[in-house]
């Protein structure tokens, strides 16, 4: 939890007014801690996944959403940030790849169904674009990634498992702008930085908090 109540407060107003987050997204609040910001995420979109390797503070995560009456809304998921991702990841691929072999089986049907027409009918062929195709899963179409890993930063297992979802915006709070400088470099490939505020979380002190916003690139 964030000591100095004054400063968090405005961190976590920004976060919220900075998130691309609507009643249908899918927000997954990495290190989510005690769940203060998956509370907050909740209240205004459509599902938190809230990801923390600290059992105790799952434990309170879960007393919090309770008493918020946010339990359909928040998925508290104990474990090692990678892991749980990785996992994750699996089942996103299962997923489109069930979804890939639909759609291969319908275009092979729709073929099929050319062919016999050409048949029957070899003078008069009609090429009818009547169909639909089975869409990619839905729940990670509009996903924001929001990310306040620890002091040693964001693991490349867990960048590597966050890019995997291609979420429409991450958005990062770190604690320290060394690791920092290297977290972002994992995504600006894909990623455009579009803002970082420093806040001054420990006065008269080198203790920094730093808010980035990184929205996906436009496809060419």
């Known amino acids: ?38 509370v907050l995420f909740a209240e205004r979109c459509a599902r938190v996944y809230a990801v923390e ?5 799952v434990k309170a995560a879960a007393a919090l959403k309770r008493a918020c009456r946010l339990s359909d ?34 275009s092979k049907n729709i073929e099929a169904n050319r062919a016999r027409s050409i048949l029957k009918n070899p003078k008069k062929v009609e090429y009818s674009t009547n169909f639909s195709f089975v869409s990619a899963p839905k729940p990670y179409r509009n996903t924001v990634f929001f990310i306040d890993p620890p002091r040693s930063g964001i693991d490349e297992k867990v960048a590597r498992a966050v890019l995997r979802f291609n979420p429409k915006q991450i958005v990062c709070l770190s604690c320290n702008p060394l690791t920092l400088s290297d977290d972002l470099k994992r995504f600006t490939a894909e990623y455009t930085v579009k803002s970082v505020t420093p806040y001054d979380m420990f006065p008269q002190t080198s203790h920094v908090e730093t808010l980035v916003y990184l929205d996906r690139k436009e496809e060419e």
Request: hydrophobic share 45%; aromatic share 4%.
């Open 1 to 38: 939890i964030q000591i100095n109540d004054q400063i968090a407060q405005k961190i976590y107003r920004d976060v919220l007014a900075g998130a691309a987050i609507d009643s249908g997204t899918t927000v997954f609040d990495l290190y989510s801690g005690i769940g203060i910001t998956s």
């Open 73 to 106: 809304k928040i998925v508290n998921l104990a474990g090692d940030v990678g892991a749980v991702l990785a996992r994750l990841t699996l089942e996103l691929d299962d997923e489109r790849d069930e979804v890939k072999a639909v759609n291969t089986m319908k």
């Open 53 to 57: 390797l600290n059992r105790d503070a």
